[in-house]
């Protein structure tokens, strides 16, 4: 494959922004060698034509750009892009949920509820415990925290 060929087919795929830039000026430097410099423009538009999906907002704002851009101001552009592209994965990647459960045994209701249901007790007889229980309600915060 040609110099030429390289740099109009290469992408950054997987590799960061930095690896994949290395690589443009590697092919570059290449083609100047054998006296075939490429000019400023061109390599500013191999760059972007090879970013994918993930950079096409930053992609379309410089193509819109009224003036050119310097390949090494897109160099630093890019990387700064890169950082805050990895920042907004780091927030939006949710935390797991998670509930705490509290619960607050009261003394006498349970003993009576769970005797009277061993001994064989009719129903009512413990619906009607329930009914008279005259313990201290639960006075604490009764709300879900998920975190």
């Given at each position: 494959m040609s110099l030429r060929e390289r740099?109009?087919?290469i992408t950054k795929g997987n590799?960061?922004?930095s690896t994949y830039l290395h690589s443009i000026c590697n092919i570059v430097d290449e083609l100047a060698l054998i006296?075939?410099?490429i000019d400023n423009l061109e390599m500013v538009i191999h760059a972007l034509n090879g970013l994918g999906s993930t950079f096409r907002?930053?992609?379309?704002?410089?193509?819109?750009?009224?003036?050119?851009?310097?390949?090494n101001k897109?160099?630093?552009?890019?990387?700064d892009f890169e950082m805050f592209l990895q920042r907004e994965a780091q927030i939006s990647t949710p935390a797991p949920i998670t509930a705490n459960i509290a619960q607050r045994?009261?003394?006498?209701?349970?003993?009576?509820?769970?005797?009277?249901?061993r001994n064989n007790h009719n129903h009512n007889h413990d619906s009607q415990s329930r009914n008279?229980?005259?313990?201290?309600?639960y006075e604490g915060d009764s709300s879900v925290r998920i975190e």
């Open positions: 740099l109009s087919s590799s960061s922004v006296g075939h410099p907002d930053f992609t379309t704002a410089i193509r819109t750009r009224d003036s050119s851009i310097a390949f897109l160099c630093d552009k890019l990387v045994h009261y003394n006498g209701y349970n003993r009576r509820r769970h005797h009277t249901g008279n229980y005259n313990g201290l309600a």
